[in-house]
């Protein structure tokens, strides 16, 4: 009896078999119709897959007849995987089941070719992590439909110490399942805002933490963490300073917790909050005064040996000064001073850090630092009085010496408004650029200095067009006419070039003669031309810049922001270096040549300059008569 009951069971079994193995070859029928199809690579992909003993109808199991519906329903992976379907209820914020846009469970395991996550050619290997989520959470079209933050978050953390290490071979290197998962299941993704999210703001810490123990221990124990326990959002966790998905090591000068990032980059947006340090009761001005110390200054200069925040406060385990186990409590500090100051002394351990120069002073040192500044007032006082002085006297000295009319009153007038305006615009447009540095922050680092500072660099811009047209009317007068027809370059002018540079490297005997103007004056001036027609048109645009968008392409006004802001440099710097050498630095003029302020020249400055002017005669004559030109008399072209 018990024989052929065995005999019965063995037969059934293999029956099963058969009709399971007859079941998988009608399917193959249609779907291994050729090789190199389809159905050709389900067939390859199942003999690889761990569902490789699977008959078709076990996921298909819709199908009872052939040929079945061209539509069939979704496949249930639930009549395997009961567990993982019923913990599989949300992905991040959207409910499965939401919308099409959910990832089911062949979005993320593949299909005929699922794969152990063991195995490396899996797409649930941590390896191939970041590809198989990247398929959504890189898809741009997805991460604004859903309005997800990060759009290149798999991009990011390729390029982060976790990703590098990851892509390395390091199999325990946290990647998006480490990180996202809740529950210890990668099947309960759940958004930020879910209490029971790993990254909700509140369990970031026991996420990091399974990494990073000991960490994770020093961080409660510290005032941030104790913050966080107690429920404040402000207190900052792991991801605040060390960053989300990019973050990168320590060592890496990019990373905001590097030596020379952690105290502006990191510390500083909170400790500098003035909402933040009421709430808390935080002393402010904490950066600024490391900043001016001895180790903010080195650290600036880029030694990343020199003491910041986290060397002194402690990285994770930060303890107010008045818990006796903080690194800065009093008792401690020459223990933590002494860490990069061996054998340093209690008694200056304790020397104040965060203070305001001059505030925590001793009485005596107040006293010596009010003599210093009466004596430093006093001595460079009157130095700068000598100076001028003596400034005053060189200047009467060359006015005394015959003179030629080098501009009339007019051209005086219009270099000197062009000279006010062009220093009122550089110092102006370049405060807005530069808007941190010392001296903007003299200028215009009071409350309502910097709208002023746009009020100006408009009302410049304004006088400095009216001195273009200005110009521009008086070149249309006879003498005006000349000045342009004797500035205007000629091809007398490069030969005149040559020849200066061999006579300047020693190649040439003689010194070049110019005419009314050198190729210098030339060069000065058209420039000059060049560079007001530039910078008029890019500023109005960006002056008007609401208007401009309605009527030029995207991007356009980025354009005009690169022109103004680069054809400044160029202007500011070509008066510096080749102008003020020419007119004020050249030990043959130095001083200055004084026909910017005077209108005339001596007469010797002149014949050696411009030998080759046709009407030095002239000018020469009125020199030694003592009479001179002025605005009404008029100038006729020369003739070079």
Not at 138 to 162: C, Q, R
Not at 316 to 328: A, E, K, M, V
Not at 358 to 387: D, E, F, K, N, Q
Not at 480 to 487: A, E, P, S
Request: charged share 20%; with cysteine.
């Amino acid at each position: 009896m018990l024989r052929q009951m065995f005999l019965v069971l063995v037969a059934a079994a293999l029956a099963a078999g058969a009709a399971a193995e007859t079941k998988n070859a009608d399917c193959l029928e249609c779907h291994d119709t050729a090789p190199g199809e389809i159905g050709a690579r389900y067939d390859s992909a199942l003999v690889m897959s761990i569902h490789t003993d699977l008959a078709c109808t076990d996921c298909h199991a819709a199908i009872a007849d052939l040929p079945h519906a061209d539509s069939l329903p979704r496949v249930d992976c639930g009549g395997c995987h009961s567990d993982e379907t019923a913990t599989y209820q949300w992905h991040g914020r959207l409910q499965v089941g939401a919308g099409q846009d959910i990832p089911g469970c062949s979005d993320c395991h593949g299909k005929h070719d699922i794969l152990k996550q063991s195995e490396k050619a899996s797409r649930v290997n941590p390896l191939h992590l970041p590809e198989t989520c990247g398929r959504c959470h890189e898809n741009l079209d997805l991460t604004k439909k859903h309005e997800l933050l990060y759009g290149d978050a798999v991009k990011v953390y390729e390029s982060s110490v976790h990703g590098q290490a990851a892509l390395g071979g390091v199999y325990y290197a946290a990647t998006c399942n480490d990180c996202h998962s809740a529950g210890g299941t990668a099947h309960r993704i759940l958004g930020p805002g879910n209490p029971e999210s790993s990254i909700n703001h509140f369990n970031i810490p026991k996420t990091c933490g399974k990494c990073h123990r000991n960490i994770e221990n020093d961080y409660w124990e510290g005032i941030h963490g104790k913050l966080v326990a107690r429920g404040e959002t402000d207190s900052p966790v792991c991801t605040k300073c060390h960053g989300e998905h990019g973050i990168i090591s320590p060592k890496d000068p990019r990373s905001p917790v590097s030596p020379s990032r952690v105290a502006e980059a990191t510390c500083a947006p909170c400790h500098e909050s003035a909402y933040l340090n009421e709430k808390y009761d935080v002393p402010t001005g904490r950066l600024q005064s490391w900043v001016d110390s001895y180790h903010g200054l080195k650290s600036k200069a880029g030694d990343l040996t020199v003491a910041n925040c986290g060397s002194c406060h402690g990285a994770h385990r930060i303890l107010p000064h008045t818990d006796p186990s903080s690194s800065i409590y009093p008792a401690n500090l020459q223990k933590t001073c002494g860490s990069c100051h061996p054998g340093i002394s209690a008694a200056m351990a304790a020397t104040p850090i965060h203070e305001t120069p001059g505030i925590s002073r001793t009485p005596l040192a107040r006293i010596i630092a009010g003599i210093y500044v009466i004596l430093i007032a006093v001595i460079i006082g009157t130095m700068v009085v000598h100076w001028l002085i003596d400034l005053r006297k060189q200047i009467q000295k060359v006015n005394l010496k015959k003179q030629v009319r080098r501009m009339t009153f007019g051209e005086v007038w219009q270099h000197t408004f062009l000279m006010i305006t062009f220093i009122v615009l550089a110092v102006t447009g370049f405060s807005l650029r530069f808007s941190e540095a010392f001296w903007v922050q003299w200028l215009f680092g009071w409350e309502g200095g910097f709208p002023l500072r746009g009020i100006i660099h408009r009302v410049a811009a304004v006088l400095f067009i009216i001195t273009v047209i200005w110009h521009i009317l008086f070149l249309t007068t006879r003498r005006g006419k000349g000045f342009l027809t004797d500035i205007f370059p000629i091809p007398k002018d490069i030969t005149l070039f040559k020849d200066t540079i061999l006579y300047n490297i020693g190649r040439r005997r003689e010194r070049p003669l110019f005419g009314r103007f050198s190729y210098v004056e030339k060069a000065e001036y058209w420039a000059l031309v060049w560079g007001s027609i530039v910078m008029i048109i890019s500023g109005f645009f960006l002056w008007f810049d609401n208007i401009a968008v309605d009527w030029f392409p995207k991007g356009f006004l980025d354009v005009m922001l690169v022109v103004h802001y680069y054809e400044a440099w160029l202007a500011v710097l070509s008066i510096l270096i080749w102008h003020l050498y020419s007119t004020v630095f050249s030990p043959e003029v130095y001083p200055m040549n004084p026909s910017w302020f005077t209108g005339q020249m001596p007469l010797e400055w002149y014949r050696h300059e411009h030998p080759e002017d046709p009407s030095l005669p002239a000018l020469e004559r009125m020199a030694m008569t003592g009479d001179d030109e002025d605005d009404t008399e008029e100038k006729a072209p020369s003739k070079e």
